[in-house]
């Protein structure tokens, strides 16, 4: 398996008692899928044969986070996020579809967590005083919908998280540099949030492009998050050819953010 990046490499977290990985699309050790989802597809929806996915799936596993259960969603553009303690879950399985969604928040050692993205916003916010965290998956809508305010304050009310003690990883997703919109969406964006957000470029087309992750990041500071505890990757997934881009190549795979409590 190629190094995909994770919380060993994070000067924010690695010395915390969660483990992440964000993987990419190329491996080294596993070709399973075939263009155009080559070669690390992990989602079962955008036309990749089941077998592929559940073998992509499955290399992650056996070589990260042997011996667990992989929790996953039917992700569906929303702020819903669902707390595996309301749920009836079991061990006995490799993986399960906990629902629709757009999080999860786990504070068991037995589950690893998977959100997948192709341009969207894979977030991991962690409490290390409570041991639990909340995996999101954050595109324009759910960004819109506030998705990170939703995992703040079910985490306060929840788990009697301090939001000062949380930490928050964002991973590789579409950057402003390449996130053109339309002019609804520009409009709703100005009427709603202001204009700092958006990047107007006269020079090509008159094109707007929306800064999502300004948005995201004065989102968390605005729920109490400290600057210093917040790790941005610096890959916009559109221009990095590492990452699934569905901006970049319509018909793709997705990348995922994987997270576990340490034992």
Known sequence: MNTFYSSTQSPLFNKDSVHFILTNKVSNSYNTSKSPYNSLNLAYHVGDTRENVQSNRQAIMQTYYPNKTLLYLNQIHSADIIDIQHTNLTTSLDEILLGNGDGIICDSQDYVCLIMTADCNPILMYCPTQRVFALLHAGRLGTTMGIVTNGVTKLQQ???????????????????????????????????????????DMSSKNSIRLDMIAMLYDEMLACGILTEHIEILSSCSCCDKRYFSYRRDGVTGRFGLFACIKQ
């Open 158 to 200: 929840q788990y009697n998280v301090i939001a000062s003690n949380i930490k928050i990883f964002i991973g590789a997703s579409i950057r402003a540099c390449c996130y053109e919109i339309g002019l609804d969406i520009a409009e709703y964006i100005r009427l709603n949030f202001g204009n700092k957000y958006l990047h107007y």
